[in-house]
């Protein structure tokens, strides 16, 4: 079992920033490739970010490359999502999740991702 709890969500204008943290408890953090996916009122959730186990490779949904980065610690046991030039369209729920993936491999389907957090809410006002 894998726990992730995240925070750092919160309301703030367009053209900020936000970072959010994952922080994870239980198996190997380091075993397990991470993401960020979220969820806007009314829409299916999508994939925002993920990065691989060891941190090395990353890989951005379209909408957010270039404005989010995606990062790890894993002595701390913690990935964040560095968030910038936000936009009304960014606000959602935002989700990290585990994936027992192999070294170097990173996934955006939610299928392969065993664990998942409760959700952060990010509110960006126009």
């Known amino acids: 079992q894998v726990q992730l709890v995240e925070s750092g969500g919160g309301l703030v204008q367009a053209g900020g920033s936000l970072r959010l943290s994952c922080a994870a408890s239980?198996?190997?953090?380091?075993?397990?490739?991470m993401s960020w996916f979220r969820r806007a009122p009314g829409k299916e959730r999508e994939f925002v970010a993920a990065i691989s186990r060891s941190g090395g490779s990353t890989n951005y949904a379209s909408t957010v490359k270039g404005r989010f980065t995606i990062s790890r610690d894993n002595a701390k046991n913690t990935m964040w999502l560095q968030m910038n030039s936000l936009k009304p369209e960014d606000t959602a729920a935002y989700y990290c999740a585990a994936a027992p993936l192999g070294v170097g491999t990173m996934s955006g389907r939610e299928r392969e991702y065993d664990y998942w957090g409760q959700g952060t809410q990010v509110t960006v006002s126009s």
């Open positions: 239980g198996r190997t953090f380091s075993r397990y490739a």
